[in-house]
């Protein structure tokens, strides 16, 4: 093969036709070429891959995986070949027990027989000795090949026989399995009948649920309803009481406020009055003294001044020491004091009218 292993022959068992077939799989990769490079791609030692092409030893599915995957194969049927190759391995090496001695210690004695004529040839003493040691490793290997044709036959009718077996239980299988694929589907439209049949009456129960649910909150609406109503006219009418209180509180306050301004215009137009009589006294006393010291011009200018001052003879019913006294004769004066005299007075100035308080704010109209 070009790649370091040793021929390989078909012996019947279970491992040898796997590593026949994983040989093939390296046939038609084409490379790696040899042990060495395929051990170097795939991460392991070259003993290790020898046992596996060898039919040594049944590989684990780490390094077959490794092993396929190196060699561009589909690393998931070899694995599904794995494990049918461990059960036939284990089956083989039953009927071997059951048959005598396994095949592998059959094996490994005529390797040891083989070594041992080996070792015999290679220090010959005498023709004879090798003659016999030909003669009874050829009967060993004659017995070795019969035995193992025995067990051929043996594992052959084996197979047959189960093969039969298998071949007469297939109707019996068949009856077994369309029973319990009817079973299954009886059982699936039972389940079937019965999930529509809960599932109805869940339906059902959800739909009453919802119903009640809905008739209990309509009428739990229809109490709070009326009972906003009636504590909204409570509050209504509360609040029109309140209105209507403080509505009374503000006309009070506010004929309150107009009899406090009537008394106090009154109160200023007496204290008017009173100012105007006593600054007339005070004048006509100055005019006494300015008459007799001759001041005739400051005469004129005082009497101007009670003019200004709208102070006539109106005030003379006051009584008290704000009473009127009577002013000494006064020298007649010019023409010019005289014509400014006869100019009609103005008329006394009125007192502001009381002004009425009305409140800048107003209550929103009462709704029935």
């Known amino acids: 093969m070009g790649r370091r292993v040793s021929a390989l022959q078909d012996d019947g068992r279970p491992l040898t036709g796997f590593a026949l077939s994983l040989r093939d799989l390296w046939d038609k990769a084409g490379a790696p070429a040899t042990m060495k490079e395929l051990a170097a791609r795939a991460g392991y030692p070259q003993p290790r891959l020898s046992e596996l092409f060898n039919a040594k030893k049944v ?24 494990k049918a190759l461990r059960v036939a391995e284990e089956k083989f090496q039953a009927a071997a027990a059951r048959q005598g001695d396994s095949l592998e210690a059959k094996l490994a004695r005529l390797e040891e027989e083989n070594k041992r004529l080996l070792a015999l040839t290679t220090h010959p003493e005498s023709v004879i000795a090798q003659a016999k040691a030909a003669d009874e490793a050829a009967a060993a290997r004659a017995l070795g090949a019969s035995n193992l044709e ?14 039969r077996q298998l071949h007469e239980r297939m109707p019996i299988v068949q009856r077994q ?11 699936a439209d039972r389940y079937l009948l019965d999930g529509r049949t809960q599932q109805e009456r869940i339906v059902q129960e959800a739909n009453d649920r919802a119903e009640s ?42 004929s ?6 009537q008394q106090a215009e009154t109160r200023r137009s ?19 003294r300015l008459e007799a010291a001759g001041a005739t011009e400051e005469v004129e200018m005082l009497e101007l001044l009670l003019l200004d001052f709208n102070i006539n003879d109106s005030h003379t019913h006051v009584r008290g020491r704000h009473a009127r006294r009577p002013a000494p004769s006064i020298p007649s004066l ?15 100035a009125e007192p502001d009218q009381v002004r009425r308080w009305s409140p800048r704010w107003g209550f929103p109209p009462q709704r029935s």
């Open 334 to 348: 010019s023409p010019d004091a005289r014509a400014d005299n006869r100019q009609p007075q103005e008329a006394p």
């Open 213 to 254: 649910i809905i008739r209990k909150s309509l009428q739990e609406a229809s109490a709070l309803k009326q009972r906003t109503i009636r504590e909204t006219k409570a509050q209504r009418e509360k609040a029109a009481a309140s209105v209507d209180r403080l509505l009374k509180g503000a006309d009070q306050l506010r």
């Open 59 to 82: 590989p684990s599915d780490e390094l077959l995986g490794d092993v396929v995957q190196a060699l561009k194969g589909d690393s998931a049927v070899w694995l599904v070949r794995l």
């Open 256 to 261: 309150e406020a107009e009899q406090f301004m």
């Open 150 to 163: 025995a067990q051929a036959r043996a594992l052959l009718a084996e197979a047959i026989d189960q093969f």
């Open 177 to 187: 399995a369309d029973s319990i694929i009817a079973d299954a589907r009886a059982v």
């Open 270 to 288: 007496n204290m008017e009055t009173r100012a105007k009589i006593e600054i007339e006294r005070i004048t006509q006393e100055a005019l006494k």
